[in-house]
């Protein structure tokens, strides 16, 4: 029976799946500017990789993540940031606080297991 998956670990798999598809869901066929979309699918998968290095019990595996959530971290404060000065409504067509409260929500977890990640891998270095 395999162990379960750490939590960061399982919100890697989720998020790396559910980032691109959610952006492409949101844009629909609007992909301009290049730069305000492309970093979901750069984060999505930098999170894959590592979430299947880990999951596979690579010795790198807990670095991996920490890496790939740190640069999620850093795309969702742009993110999160700029949404928050938007005004009307957002190019999917949802309102813009909803909008900030789903990417907050994505911001939040990244956040929390980028904390996971490096406990994660700073104990198994001592």
Not at 29 to 35: D, I, L, M, Q
Not at 91 to 112: D, E
Request: charge should be positive.
């Amino acid at each position: 029976m395999r162990p379960a998956l750490r939590p960061e670990v399982l919100a890697a798999w989720v998020l790396g799946v559910a980032l691109p598809a959610l952006e492409v869901a949101r844009r629909r066929t609007n992909f301009h500017p290049v730069a305000s979309y492309v970093d979901d699918f750069i984060a999505g998968g930098l999170l894959l990789i590592a979430a299947r290095s880990a999951s596979r019990g690579r010795p790198r595996g807990p670095v991996l993540l920490v890496a790939a959530w740190g640069v999620l971290c850093g795309g969702m404060y742009a993110s999160f940031f700029g949404q928050l000065q938007g005004t009307g409504d957002d190019i999917s067509g949802l309102p813009n606080g909803t909008v900030v409260v789903i990417k907050g929500a994505v911001w939040a977890v990244a956040m929390i297991c980028l904390l996971l990640s490096v406990r994660t891998a700073t104990s198994r270095d001592t």
